[in-house]
């Protein structure tokens, strides 16, 4: 049960996990009109640039002053742009899992990075994902090598090691004002979003923005709300619940994700999907309480 302080936070921290986890159906709906995943996260993350360059237009010299905060960029801009392109054209339930193989490339960067030690339940839960993975990667019929085996597939995996480098460098760089960081990550999402889409249109693997109509455009402003909301409640929920219960509450976007893609068609659940999945949620789960356990 939540207590009557930590109901608020928890419930803002659920809303940032329902809007990421249903994002896959707007995005989906506006490459259906012709405008790409990668064009999309661009639009709406320059929409949160534009928003935090007016209200602290020094975050910009923050962020051009400190080297690190561009690994930030980096990072950020990679999970947003791997993992918006792969729901919008995968199996979502699939994409999602994929991506939440994220405990265990947080293990091994802050192994280097922050030069952290490996415990014995940080071992565990590696294996716990790993074995996963194998399930969730197993290929049908039992040939082969349990590896990504669709562009989708990769989009996953890569968007949940650069979420894990993000984590780990939001810990490293915590000394960096709130919204230098958060326009960082904003400002990758343009970047790195952008610089793909505009190679793969150079190549004509992917499709430049169709001509402005009411139909994209206004969808598109209204998913960049609903994204800058979820940011918002975010940081309200993170700044006043502990980290282990914090993380717990937003595994439930594993859930949002899951319920609406099966509810309307974007993914289906399978036996090997629902045990590799099972066992790469306890790894995230595991994560939380040996946050827990190292700071009782």
Known sequence: ???????LPS???MLNALVWGVSWWPFRQLQAQGLHPLWATVLIYLLAVAVIGVARPHAFGQVLRTPALWVLVLASGTTNAAF????AIGDVVRVVLLFYLMPLWVVVLARLLLKESLSWMAAARVLLALAGAAIVLWPEGGQGWPLPRSLPDWLG????FSFALNNVMLRREARCSEESRALAMFLGGVLVAGSLATVLGLQGQAPWPPAPSFGWVSMA?????FFLLSNAALQYGAARLPAN???????????FASASALLLGGGVMTTALALGG????LAALLSTFERSAAHA
Not at 1 to 7: K, Q
Not at 84 to 87: A, Q, R, S
Not at 278 to 281: D, E, G, M, P, T
Request: net charge negative; no cysteine; hydrophobic share 70%.
């Open 1 to 7: 049960m939540f207590s009557a302080p930590s109901l």
């Open 11 to 13: 419930l803002a921290l």
């Open 84 to 87: 918006n392109w792969g729901v």
């Open 157 to 160: 995996v890569l968007g949940g």
């Open 221 to 225: 402003l209204v998913l960049s709300a």
């Open 245 to 255: 219960v914090a993380s717990v509450v937003m595994l439930t976007e594993v859930l």
């Open 278 to 281: 099972a066992l790469i949620l």
